[in-house]
């Protein structure tokens, strides 16, 4: 459980210390007081971040560096310290550096809630892939890595597809990166399917959201790769497609372009239940995922959730409310609610 809060030069805070937190920390200031930069200040000590901005713009105007520190109820410190000027990111444990791997390993895990997430099934696929891939990093140390390396892998891959189509490179010179392309996709995946397995098999439980019966609810991950045997169909799908890959310059499969639906009595979910069951549905995942966090690391992870509330009718609060009476959570909102336990930053 964390305690203490310590800012400097971060965002619009010149030094900012908050004391004595509980459980439930209820963030209550108005829109323009930047009370989001408490709760970014918090998730990005757990290699996540509620604002998705570049680090440098995480630092105050007109200063070099901030400093972000929290201490828990074992009196242990983690800090991010991060300069401007070397653009360098340094880890500290108790005032002592130490690397980012170890840091990460030892600090607290973070679940980001937000209006975003809420419609999540509605928008893009790359908000489902997100929610995946945040979930896998969480549990995952090296997951993070992972997804880096594929994303420059990718890159290459593209283009050299590219020089080939403009006669600058050779069509056998892209059998290297399909290599690595297809070891990196393949290690990826069989961290996404330990999610996705846990997913199919608990997303039964929210047919209780449903006004009326259902006869069955599941899970779909829309991807081309066969899981039983990842790297032969990667292998395959590439030497299939490697014309039209290099008539367009990009990859277009894989794990960039996957996507998941919920599927209720054969219809996809947006097209068959209210936006209430919708939301109930999404509430839902999220507590699998910090269920599945949990489990994975054996620890708790703190809950952040920004500004969702404004965004949830009476029930939907109460159903969120009530699942996250065991974790420590730190609310945003505008509006001074007449909950008790909650203290006001």
């Not at 609060?317 to 009476?325: A, N, R, S, V």
């Amino acid at each position: 459980m964390i305690t203490d809060l310590k800012l400097v030069n971060f965002r619009n805070f010149s030094d900012k210390k908050i004391w004595n937190l509980k459980m439930e920390n209820f963030i209550i200031w108005e829109n323009w007081k930047w009370k989001t930069n408490i709760l970014e200040a918090l998730s990005i000590l757990w290699n996540n971040s509620v604002t998705k901005l570049n680090i440098e713009d995480l630092v105050k105007k007109w200063e070099d560096y901030f400093f972000v520190e929290i201490l828990n109820k074992r009196w242990s410190k983690y800090a991010i310290h991060y300069s401007k000027k070397d653009k360098k990111k340094s880890y500290l444990v108790n005032n002592k550096k130490v690397a980012k791997k170890k840091f990460i390993e030892n600090s607290h895990l973070s679940v980001i809630f937000s209006p975003m997430v809420m419609n999540m099934m509605y928008l893009s696929p790359s908000l489902r892939r997100d929610f995946i891939d945040e979930t896998l990093k969480s549990s995952y140390i090296e997951y993070d890595e992972l997804i880096k390396s594929y994303k420059k892998i990718l890159k290459s891959r593209n283009s050299t597809l590219k020089a080939i189509k403009e006669n600058r490179a050779k069509k056998e010179d892209i059998k290297f990166w399909d290599k690595k392309f297809i070891e990196i996709s393949s290690e990826i995946y069989k961290k996404r399917i330990k999610f996705i397995n846990f997913l199919e098999e608990s997303i039964i439980n929210t047919k209780e959201y449903f006004s009326w019966k259902i006869e069955k609810i599941d899970f779909i991950y829309k991807t081309k790769v066969d899981f039983d045997d990842i790297g032969k169909s990667i292998t395959n799908y590439l030497e299939k497609n490697i014309d039209r890959d290099i008539i367009l310059w990009k990859t277009a499969i894989w794990p960039h372009v996957d996507d998941f639906d919920i599927i209720v009595d054969d219809i996809s979910v947006v097209h068959f239940a209210s936006r209430w069951e919708v939301k109930s549905i999404i509430i839902y995942l999220k507590l699998l995922e910090w269920i599945f966090i949990e489990k994975k690391k054996w620890k708790k992870p703190i809950l952040i959730i920004d500004d969702l509330l404004s965004e949830l009718d009476e029930n939907h609060k109460d159903m969120l409310l009530k699942k996250i009476g065991y974790y420590q959570v730190f609310i945003s909102n505008i509006y001074e609610e007449e909950w008790t336990n909650y203290i006001k930053i």
